[in-house]
């Protein structure tokens, strides 16, 4: 029989030795840092300290990137901007800083080129590479004159909310290559006339989330891109959306993989295009939920990308030697749409469309514009614009739609004519179409 007498008498012997661990915490502190705290309170600097006037004539470029400089990199610090117009050339980020823009307060972009750097990469009003805690906010402005306005390259842990961004030449808040962004409670106003001048550009970065936004600019609103990576875990929710191209776009750079994608409870109004993917270079995309929409789509001229689609889903190489990247495992749930035209979802023939989903949705079609109809839009590259009749859905090299629940109907006008197909579609390259509860017709007015 094995005895345990000596192993306890070894433990009573060490307790005695030594005095309980409170007590050694009370006669001698520790001296351990404890690592930075999201709690921590934030130092705050002012900029009208270091010499800004704020008076919108005088550069105080200087006197805002002192202030961001004399930041500690150990703590939080927020760089707040009084009441007044701030104008400035590019200013950097750098860790642990909050650019505070109270609500009277406008930084204005300088209007002139040497105002931003000679690499054109990296023209921004606002500007942080390689940063992490790092975002703005305060109910301010930040006003591009014309120039690109914010940018967060390389970056993690960005935060961006309650602020207001208007005036960007294009790329208004590009979001590249980032880790953990959340975009909160965020305006956009842009040029509704100037091509190129996308209110958010997601690229190359992965857990995003946008959050009671209002958007109302010329080109994409919100748009997914992927240039050097995979892009992973964006979720968009509760935004308002007005725009003359495309109100979301996965692409049209996707050259690498779209991958768990959530857009829910978004009203999109009087926009070129509602929905869109365009895959042109060979990523795939997969695992993306439309849910809880209302679209209002209308055409505007054929030299903006779009036919007032409210679904517009493609892929397609963009040059001859392109790759045909693939799209499968889409679900549009949930959706009301009133456009001028019909859904347009077109594979290719090697980058087919798999098993899209659309389930509760009503689409309404009428014409209340003078544009001309009766073009199908492939840009950027494909078959550019092509002649071709409406239809409530036009589907091209697919395999795999489910139909649950969806209801299609015509107003009754003079130009009912145009509208006499509801699905459109060659059973050679589109199959294992299911629908359930499907109904079609006109509205009487």
Request: charged share 15%.
């Amino acid at each position: 029989m094995v005895t345990l007498l000596p192993q306890l008498l070894t433990i009573i012997t060490l307790l005695i030795s030594f005095p309980p661990i409170q007590s050694i915490l009370h006669t001698s502190p520790p001296t351990i840092e404890l690592p930075i705290s999201a709690h921590s309170p934030p130092l705050t600097l002012c900029v009208s300290d270091f010499g800004a006037t704020g008076d919108g004539i005088s550069y105080d470029t200087v006197a805002i990137q002192s202030a961001i400089d004399a930041c500690p990199s150990t703590i939080p610090c927020h760089v707040t901007f009084p009441r007044g117009t701030y104008l400035t050339a590019t200013i950097r980020l750098k860790s642990h800083v909050i650019l505070n823009i109270e609500e009277d307060a406008i930084l204005l972009g300088g209007a002139e080129i040497e105002d931003y750097p000679k690499d054109s990469s990296r023209w921004y009003v606002v500007l942080a590479e390689n940063a992490s805690d790092v975002g703005i906010t305060g109910g301010g402005v930040i006003d591009g004159q014309g120039p690109r306005l914010v940018g967060f390259l390389s970056c993690k842990n960005v935060n961006v909310w309650n602020v207001r961004l208007r005036e960007p030449a294009y790329w208004c808040l590009h979001i590249v290559s980032c880790e953990n962004t959340d975009i909160y409670n965020v305006s956009i106003y842009g040029d509704f006339n100037t091509p190129n001048n996308d209110g958010i550009d997601i690229e190359d970065s992965n857990n995003t989330v946008i959050t009671r936004c209002k958007i109302d600019t010329g080109d994409d609103a919100i748009c997914p891109k992927t240039y050097t990576g995979p892009l992973y875990n964006l979720t968009v929710t509760d935004c308002w959306i007005r725009t003359k191209s495309s109100a979301i776009k996965l692409g049209s750079a996707s050259w690498f993989d779209f991958k768990s994608l959530v857009f829910d409870n978004i009203s999109i109004v009087d926009s070129h295009r509602g929905l869109a993917l365009q895959i042109r270079d060979g990523g795939n995309v997969s695992d993306i939920t439309f849910s809880n929409m209302n679209i209002s789509t209308r055409y505007y001229d054929p030299s903006w990308w779009g036919r007032a689609e409210p679904i517009y889903v493609t892929t397609c190489p963009r040059y001859s030697n392109s790759l045909e990247g693939s799209i499968s495992n889409l679900r549009f749930i949930n959706i009301t749409a009133n456009s001028e035209n019909g859904v347009f979802l077109s594979g290719s023939k090697h980058g087919l469309l798999h098993n899209l989903k659309f389930i509760n949705m009503n689409l309404s079609y009428k014409r209340w514009t003078n544009y001309s109809g009766g073009l199908v839009d492939y840009r950027p590259g494909c078959q550019g614009l092509v002649n071709h009749s409406a239809a409530g859905i036009i589907m091209e090299h697919m395999k795999g739609l489910e139909v649950e629940n969806v209801n299609m109907r015509w107003y009754d006008d003079d130009q009912t004519e145009r509208w006499n197909n509801p699905l459109d579609f060659r059973p050679s390259t589109v199959t294992n179409i299911s629908l359930f509860n499907f109904h079609s017709g006109l509205y009487k007015q």
